[in-house]
């Protein structure tokens, strides 16, 4: 019997260029979608941050492999993160981790948040099946190179991750580097029909810049390594509203 090559995955027709990984980092690797960059995943070391839809699994198993994955870790739960991560879960025979207010929902105890007809509308059409959260990510937990940094509003439970060393932020959708409906590059908040508190998550924004990272990797966009460009949209941000 031909033994298959270690590398070889069933392609299912599926365009092997799309699988590419894309080195962005030291031990971090870009792995996105069509339009360029316009979702992503990341691979940092043996850890996947975010899986895309669910039309993803395949994509994602080629990319990775011949590449070991102990754990997969979400920085939220939206169809477009969340979707191949039941599937990866099972294929790669690893746990999966999320932020801990986003556990229910990852579970399938509660819907996604916010409640919009659009959101409903992209989970029934995009999200994976509710896998059990192994590991509820707490602020200023550490996984493997990464600090958890809690960034809630896009979801309840949205973290990013921090590298110190060089000063890396994985920031989910808490901010985007490209709008969705244009694809154009630039920094852009989140589109208020898929967020669940606007107000919270420009104070994640906020915290975000005030790790005054060189480099951000988004869960929509290119990396961008400008810190000015960074600090120039935070000061252009409108005042928080007083709190009542
Ligand atoms: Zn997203």
Same mark, same amino acid.
């Given at each position: 019997?031909?033994?298959?090559?270690?590398?070889?995955? @069933?392609?299912? +027709?599926?365009?092997?260029?799309?699988?590419?990984?894309?080195?962005?980092?030291?031990?971090?690797?870009?792995?996105?979608?069509? @339009?360029?960059?316009?979702?992503?995943?990341?691979?940092?070391?043996?850890?996947?941050?975010?899986?895309?839809?669910?039309?993803?699994? #395949?994509?994602? &198993?080629?990319?990775?492999? *011949?590449?070991?994955?102990?754990?997969?870790?979400?920085?939220?739960?939206?169809?477009?993160?969340? *979707?191949?991560?039941?599937?990866?879960?099972?294929?790669?025979?690893? @746990?999966?981790?999320?932020?801990?207010?986003?556990?229910?929902?990852?579970?399938?105890?509660?819907?996604? /948040?916010?409640?919009?007809?659009?959101?409903?509308?992209?989970?029934?059409? &995009?999200?994976?099946?509710?896998?059990?959260?192994?590991? =509820?990510?707490?602020?200023?937990?550490?996984?493997?190179?990464?600090?958890?940094? +809690?960034?809630?509003?896009?979801?309840? +439970?949205?973290?990013?991750?921090?590298?110190?060393?060089?000063? &890396?932020?994985?920031? %989910?959708?808490? &901010?985007?580097?490209?709008?969705?409906?244009?694809?154009?590059? %630039?920094?852009?908040?989140?589109? #208020?029909?898929?967020?669940?508190?606007?107000?919270?998550?420009? /104070?994640?924004?906020?915290?975000?810049? %005030?790790?005054?990272?060189?480099?951000?990797?988004?869960?929509?966009? =290119? @990396?961008?390594?400008?810190?000015?460009?960074?600090?120039?949209?935070?000061?252009?941000?409108?005042?928080?509203?007083?709190?009542?």
């Amino acid at each position: 019997m031909r033994r298959r090559p270690a590398r070889a995955f @069933p392609s299912g +027709g599926v365009d092997v260029a799309s699988a590419a990984m894309r080195p962005v980092a030291p031990d971090i690797w870009q792995i996105d979608g069509f @339009p360029a960059h316009g979702v992503n995943a990341y691979l940092v070391g043996d850890v996947l941050i975010d899986a895309g839809t669910r039309f993803w699994t #395949k994509k994602l &198993l080629r990319a990775l492999a *011949g590449r070991r994955v102990s754990l997969i870790a979400l920085t939220h739960v939206h169809p477009d993160h969340q *979707g191949a991560a039941a599937a990866l879960c099972a294929a790669l025979n690893c @746990p999966l981790a999320c932020g801990e207010a986003d556990r229910s929902v990852m579970e399938g105890r509660e819907p996604m /948040r916010p409640g919009t007809r659009l959101l409903r509308l992209s989970a029934a059409v &995009l999200s994976g099946p509710p896998h059990p959260v192994a590991r =509820p990510l707490r602020d200023g937990e550490r996984v493997g190179d990464l600090r958890v940094v +809690g960034a809630p509003g896009h979801t309840p +439970g949205h973290v990013a991750f921090f590298r110190e060393s060089d000063r &890396l932020a994985i920031v %989910g959708d808490a &901010l985007l580097g490209m709008s969705l409906l244009t694809t154009r590059r %630039g920094l852009h908040e989140p589109l #208020k029909v898929f967020t669940h508190d606007p107000a919270e998550n420009r /104070r994640s924004i906020r915290r975000i810049a %005030g790790l005054q990272p060189e480099t951000l990797l988004f869960g929509h966009g =290119p @990396p961008l390594r400008d810190r000015a460009a960074l600090d120039a949209f935070v000061a252009a941000l409108p005042a928080e509203a007083p709190r009542r």
